[in-house]
């Protein structure tokens, strides 16, 4: 399942120490997006600072590319139907697919990389 995600936003977090700094912004996390029903489809990544205790976190909304391509798909095909009355839609001369095959094909190849070093981080230890 492919996602499309976008930042909308960003928040840093001071702390004593690192550990500090993560607790208040998991903490934050928790407290402001978690606990709230109206922000569905929001993850999340944690950025540290190498130079002093600070933990920006930075929040996206996502979606899912599944329900991009079926909405495509349908206004596709309404306009075909609305243009070309007596004609079927030939969705096999649509150019999004190879489009949509090469993003499949590319997060493939990136989803079994990461796997990998996982695997081999865990038989590592």
């Not at 600072?49 to 930075?58: A, E, G, L, N, R």
């Not at 993003?103 to 990389?113: A, E, F, G, L, W």
Request: with cysteine; hydrophobic share 30%; net charge positive.
């Amino acid at each position: 399942m492919l996602k499309y995600s976008e930042e909308f936003m960003s928040k840093k977090f001071n702390g004593t120490n690192m550990k500090d700094a993560y607790m208040k912004a998991v903490k934050w996390y928790a407290t402001n997006v978690l606990a709230k029903n109206e922000l569905q489809e929001v993850t999340c990544s944690f950025e540290k600072d190498k130079q002093s205790p600070i933990v920006t976190i930075h929040l996206y909304v996502t979606m899912e590319e599944e329900e991009v391509r079926q909405a495509h798909c349908q206004i596709c095909k309404e306009a075909h139907a609305s243009f070309f009355i007596s004609e079927e839609t030939n969705c096999a001369w649509c150019k999004i697919k190879g489009y949509q095959n090469r993003c499949d094909q590319r997060i493939s190849v990136k989803k079994q990389y990461y796997k990998d070093l996982l695997n081999r981080r865990m038989y590592d230890d």
